[in-house]
């Protein structure tokens, strides 16, 4: 039976172990997806949904409903990803952002092209620092100032990050669409 | 240049992967456990309650303090609310062989008659943070109070902190003179040449209001060992100096005064006879036409124990103490145009004053380190602060503005 947010999160509240355990349904799935795109493989990303919502239900009490409950529910796993990979984030170099190549094409299109497993993989291949930016900056939408407020650098060390992942990115986007392209030329051929 | 970023939203954000049912299992298991300990907290936060409920009270009956000191408890005894008078002016002008005999018998059956008095501290503070940095600086702006409700930014479980700080203090307290058998031997009433009653009276009052507090200071240590998010214990080691002045008609301080906290010159017990018997002999001597003044400069040492509740939203802390005191009175001088009195200082540190005090605390973050305190404390002494007293201070109060560090570990 599916009851509504409002019921769910009352019952978490009086800790009811069958409301908690559909809260988890009803969220883990998409945590684990926002959780994925901050760690390194599936076993860390995991790790961080369940330290995350074990600190959901320890909390739920607090969370008074002054935004939807899945946003509340992200940032908490957002927080404990970062905070379990802060030993790596603090290891930031001051990098100018001035220096970084801005002439590279629009790969939009060859990004649209891909899917979303190939671009985890890309994210996930990325150097903790870069990863937790672009994550945050690209998907998430925070501004850079606000990044840097969370993580304790400046806004510019901020801005160079993100330029230097989206440059790794890019390339990367590239040379899979070549890959796909050439599979792709092969299988007509043998055909 | 926004395209791209908005294509990796489009890719990345609404897209779901399936945990392993291990993770369920996981949560579960640790939920339960964690009930199991947050019964177990309950139940030491009542313990902890009953223990902040009944510490004063023992404290307060005096056992605890005949168990550590029986000698100045016998010493400090006191009748509440009894006070008696005597206009017999033979047992002031004995000869010295009877003197001591007599004032033995006198305090036997009359110890002292004040009321311990209470004292009101008005503290603002500001401190700064170093070492550990706690962490509920780090969040999203916009994010700031979502995280703070699930309490992302208290600080960790158990941790020790070491602070030090300095504070001015300025203390202003009444005084209420109610004439008993020994009666203060203030300075002016010694040289009076009318030695009657109401004359006595009379110029101890006006000695009482002439006692002025000018400037007080605290500086220490405080040591606080948080055992629970939001409760602690601390001790600490202050030193604080109090200088005040009074006015008098005498030529000379009384010899060998002694008093706790910030009180006009009395005699002791033990040297009461002495002085008796030096008025005496300033009694033939003339008053002076004009009143001087004099200097006193009182030192102590204090070793507060206090456990508190504290909680922390947002940039606000606050919280609330409770626990006991122990002020040992180092030094005691007065001065007066080049001569001044020491008061031996082995004899006071057996005089340990003790309190009961409460304390609460309301503190605004200003900065990530910086902490801006208020904190009001309400003391209430066990025992009277003058011993042998003919008058009682009614209450003390005392605005303090101060400055510290404080170290996490």
């Known amino acids: 039976m599916c009851i509504d947010e409002k019921t769910l999160i009352e019952a978490c509240q009086k800790q009811s172990p069958k409301a908690q355990r559909q809260l988890y349904e009803r969220f883990a799935p998409k ?14 990303a995991e790790d961080v949904l369940q330290e995350g919502f074990i600190k959901i239900f320890k909390h739920i009490n607090n969370f008074r409903g002054e935004s939807s409950l899945e946003h509340w529910i992200k940032t908490i796993i957002i927080h404990t990803a970062l905070k379990q990979n802060r030993s790596k984030l603090y290891l930031f170099p001051a990098l100018d952002v001035e220096d970084l190549p801005e002439s590279y094409h629009e790969s939009t299109e060859l990004l649209s092209a891909l899917h979303y497993e190939d671009l985890l993989k890309m994210i996930q291949e990325l150097a903790p620092r870069y990863r937790v930016v672009f994550n945050l900056y690209a998907i998430e939408g925070y501004q850079h ?36 392209m050439v599979l792709l030329d092969n299988n007509k051929t043998i055909r | 240049m926004k395209n ?39 139940k030491r ?48 002008t004995n000869t010295t062989q009877n003197i001591g005999k007599t004032i033995k ?28 940095k706690e962490e509920h600086t780090n969040l999203l702006k916009k994010d700031t109070p979502l995280l703070a409700q699930h309490k992302l930014g208290k600080p960790k479980m158990r941790r020790w902190r070491l602070g030090q700080n300095f504070t001015a203090l300025q203390n202003f307290s009444t005084f209420e003179y109610t004439p008993t058998l020994q009666e203060p031997a203030l300075s002016g009433r010694v040289m009076l040449a009318d030695n009657s009653t109401a004359q006595k009276d009379k110029n101890i009052q006006k000695e009482l209001d002439s006692y002025r507090h000018l400037f007080s200071w605290r500086a220490g240590i405080d040591f606080q060992y948080q055992f629970h998010p939001n409760f602690y214990i601390s001790s600490g080691l ?7 002045s009074l006015k008098s008609f005498s030529t000379q301080p009384a010899p060998l005064i002694s008093g706790y906290s910030e009180n006009p010159p009395i005699a002791s017990e033990n040297n009461y006879t002495n002085l008796l018997n030096s008025n005496i002999e300033a009694n033939q001597a003339k008053p002076l036409s004009q009143e001087k003044t004099y200097f006193q400069r009182g030192s102590y040492l204090q070793i507060p ?14 919280g609330v103490a409770l626990g006991t005191e122990a002020s040992f009175l180092l030094s005691n001088n007065f001065a007066q145009e080049g001569s001044s009195v020491k008061v031996d200082a082995k004899q006071n540190l057996q005089n340990v004053q003790w309190l009961a005090l409460s304390e609460l605390s309301l503190g605004y973050r200003v900065g990530a380190k910086t902490w801006l305190n208020i904190n009001p404390q309400f003391r209430k002494n066990f025992v009277p602060s003058l011993q042998n007293s003919a008058f009682t201070q009614k209450n003390l109060f005392s605005i303090g503005i101060g400055a510290g560090l404080q170290y996490n570990f």
Do not use: C, H
């Open chain 2, 105 to 132: 018998k006198i305090n036997k059956n009359n110890f002292l008659t004040q009321n311990p008095p209470s004292e009101a501290i008005f503290f603002a503070k500001a401190s700064y943070e170093l070492g550990e």
């Open chain 1, 145 to 180: 100032q606000e990044i840097a407020n969370m993580l304790d650098i400046s806004e510019g060390t901020s801005k160079s990050q993100y330029a230097r992942a989206k440059q790794i990115l890019r390339e990367r986007i590239e040379q899979e669409s070549i890959k796909k």
């Open chain 2, 4 to 42: 791209f970023e908005q294509e990796w939203r489009n890719k990345m954000l609404n897209s779901q992967v399936s945990p392993s049912e291990l993770v369920w299992e996981n949560i579960a298991q640790e939920l339960a456990q964690n009930n199991q300990k947050v019964r177990a907290i309950n």
């Open chain 1, 31 to 44: 945590m684990l997806a926002v959780a994925l795109r901050y760690t390194n493989g599936r076993l860390e």
């Open chain 2, 238 to 244: 202050y030193y604080q100096q109090n200088i005040a």
């Open chain 2, 45 to 92: 936060q009542w313990i902890a309650l009953a223990v902040l409920v009944f510490l004063p009270l023992i404290l307060g009956d005096g056992r605890f303090v005949w168990l550590f000191v029986g000698e100045t408890y016998q010493r400090f005894a006191y009748k509440k609310n009894e006070t008696t008078r005597t206009n017999d002016i033979s047992l002031l």
């Open chain 2, 305 to 318: 124990l206090k456990i508190g509740f504290q909680k922390e939203k947002n940039k606000w802390r606050y």
